[in-house]
């Protein structure tokens, strides 16, 4: 940062700064270039805005501390929320919205996840729901709009939406804070978890979509960021839910979380969900019986090695034991091979592998896999000359909607075992290198949706 703001004046904004520590971390990178630059900071928390501005006790010039919203701002905010912009609040609500708005003494994000929470609740029968909310809010939040106060409505609007979404919501207390969570990892990781139900006429991930964005439409999930084509949205949850979601699911022993600021794990009771932060020593495991373990998560950037060595106590989590596993995906691995007892898995529906020093190098995918009929998803394996038989077998999986398999161009000598696997496709065919061959076939394969080609052809079909 310093290297461009040297020679320039320059105006940062740093949103959200929680400690002291942090702030000399980010000022260390800032040089005095006798530009007069500006620095804006934001924070809830009183001595670090002081450290930031460099104020006393008795001198607090360059602290601007927001004041609550004037009642008809409150109001227009509320009902924004509820009903919509240029909306109006209907007679039989005013006097309790009335009350809420009181309650939550101008505070934005209060209101907003207040309106969120009742915008399911607008019709006459409404009023009971508004009621009992207003009175949760209770008189603590007027006699102490701080951040416990704040704690206080968010925890409200944790607590009232159904359970389905109380359990997507609690499974992303396994993430740290201010982790980019890719979307599609999680969805998937609900479906395989078991959070999302079944119903008719829909799959799935259209499923798991919908409980998305309603969390999204509650204020619960930051909306996610859009990525340029190609690369998968990321979301983000609030500090203060996702605070608060922690909470909630170490309370009901629903994930452990080691390393960092999060609670270790204690040495009883079943641990089902182990979700490990940073490189502590010890990790908070090595006293820990994991035989009960079914997800694994870590984020730990080096010393895998130490995690390795207890893999062997997680008999849960044996590959070739897990008959109900929905999707396997293993990135960066060190894999050279596939076993072959992975056909076994007769209810998986998404593969995947890639190698952790080389993306080039690929894994081949089993013999029998149309043992596999509920398989949807093949991503990154590689199809040799010899594989002709395996590229007809791929025509057996009905369910198969998306399928990526790469050749080198040394086996590309042999067209014979593309001709199969065009026949075969289903709905998305992305091939590498030369795809001549494509130019030769009669006509496209009657399902294909989507194709992706990277690497050499003479024209397009026609």
């Known amino acids: 940062m310093n290297s461009k703001t040297d020679l320039i004046r320059y105006l940062i904004v740093i949103d959200n700064v929680w400690s002291i520590s942090a702030w000399e971390a980010i000022l260390s990178r800032l040089l005095d270039n006798k530009c007069n630059g500006r620095i804006i900071v934001t924070t809830r928390i009183e001595h670090v805005a002081r450290a930031c501005s460099s104020a006393s006790l008795e001198e607090d010039y360059y602290i601007h501390r927001i004041k609550p919203l004037q009642f008809e701002d409150a109001k227009k905010l509320f009902i924004n929320a509820v009903f ?77 939406p159904p359970h389905h979404l109380r359990a997507c919501m609690m499974y992303l207390s ?19 978890e078991g959070l999302v139900s079944e119903q008719r006429g829909l799959t799935l991930i259209e499923v798991a979509e919908a409980y998305f964005d309603d969390l999204v439409s509650r204020h619960m999930i930051q909306p996610p960021c859009v990525e340029p084509y190609g690369k998968e949205p990321k979301c983000r949850v609030h ?111 998404r593969v995947g592998f890639t190698n952790r020093h080389d993306p080039t190098i690929l894994l081949r995918l089993p013999r029998h896999i149309r043992k596999m009929k509920v398989l949807q998803q093949i991503y990154s394996f ?42 075969s496709i289903g709905r998305s065919l992305r091939v590498a290198n030369n795809m001549n061959f494509l130019l030769e076939l009669p006509s496209p394969p009657k399902f294909l949706r989507v194709l992706y080609i990277r690497g050499t052809i003479n024209k397009i079909p026609g």
């Open 84 to 160: 919509g912009p240029q909306q109006d609040c209907p007679q039989h609500l005013v006097e309790t919205m009335h009350k809420i708005l009181t309650r939550c003494t101008g505070l934005p994000l209060a209101i907003v996840c207040i309106g969120r929470l009742l915008a399911g609740y607008r019709s006459p029968d409404g009023i009971e729901m508004w009621t009992r909310v207003s009175n949760s809010i209770g008189s603590q939040m007027e006699n102490n709009p701080t951040l416990e106060g704040m704690r206080q409505i968010i925890t409200l609007n944790y607590n009232h």
């Open 174 to 192: 396994i993430f740290p804070e201010d982790y980019d969570i890719g979307k599609n990892r999680l969805l998937y990781r609900w479906i395989a």
């Open 239 to 349: 500090d203060m839910m996702l605070d608060i979601t922690v909470s909630k699911a170490l309370e009901s022993n629903f994930v452990r979380l080691v390393g960092n600021q999060c609670q270790g794990i204690n040495s009883y009771g079943s641990v089902r969900r182990l979700s490990i932060h940073s490189d502590d020593q010890g990790y908070g495991i090595d006293n820990t019986k994991l035989s009960h373990i079914w997800s694994l998560t870590t984020f730990r950037p080096s010393g895998h090695r130490r995690l390795l060595d207890k893999l062997s106590e997680f008999t849960l989590l044996r590959i070739n034991k897990l008959h109900h596993l929905y999707t396997l995906w293993l990135y960066e691995t060190l894999l050279n091979k596939v076993p072959e007892s992975l056909v076994d898995l007769e209810k998986l529906e």
């Open 382 to 423: 590689e199809l040799r000359k010899d594989d002709v038989q395996l590229a007809r077998e791929i025509g057996d999986l009905v369910q198969l909607q998306v399928l990526c398999v790469i050749l080198s161009c040394s086996n590309c000598s042999n067209e014979q075992v593309l001709i199969e696997l065009a026949k």
